[in-house]
């Protein structure tokens, strides 16, 4: 069974940074992609990032390109998400993602491309 656990959310001032962290366990980590998703309060989940299963390759939403960067730690099974500059719309609870295609080369930026996802990490940019 694949588990999937946040943390390093919190509450940050507008230009503020935060880290956060997935630990994976119950199976490889190294060989699938994983994702960050984010859902504000009254709206759809959203894609934020993914990274490829080696790291090679990342793909980020328009609206964190240049802010926020997705890397991966396989001796760790873990992967993090570096947000700087931190914007009140950054508000909402992120939640890490993974899928079952083993060392798949194509980044999913939608929710169906994902089988196994964490409970989720409240992060609060004040203005």
């Known amino acids: 069974q694949v588990q999937l656990e946040e943390s390093g959310g919190g509450l940050v001032q507008n230009g503020g940074s935060l880290r956060l962290s997935c630990a994976a366990s119950?199976?490889?980590?190294?060989?699938?992609?994983m994702a960050w998703f984010r859902q504000a309060p009254g709206k759809e989940r959203e894609f934020v990032a993914a990274?490829?299963?080696?790291?090679?390759?990342?793909t980020y939403a328009d609206s964190v390109k240049g802010r926020f960067t997705i890397s991966r730690d396989n001796a760790k099974d873990t992967v993090y998400l570096q947000m700087n500059s931190l914007k009140p719309e950054d508000t909402a609870v992120y939640y890490c993602?993974?899928?079952?295609?083993?060392?798949?080369?194509?980044?999913?930026?939608?929710?169906?491309?994902?089988?196994?996802w964490g409970q989720g990490t409240q992060v609060t940019v004040s203005s």
């Open positions: 990274i490829s299963w080696n790291g090679g390759s990342t």
């Open positions: 119950g199976r490889t980590f190294s060989s699938y992609a």
């Open positions: 993602a993974t899928n079952t295609y083993y060392r798949g080369s194509y980044l999913y930026t939608a929710e169906r491309g994902y089988s196994y």
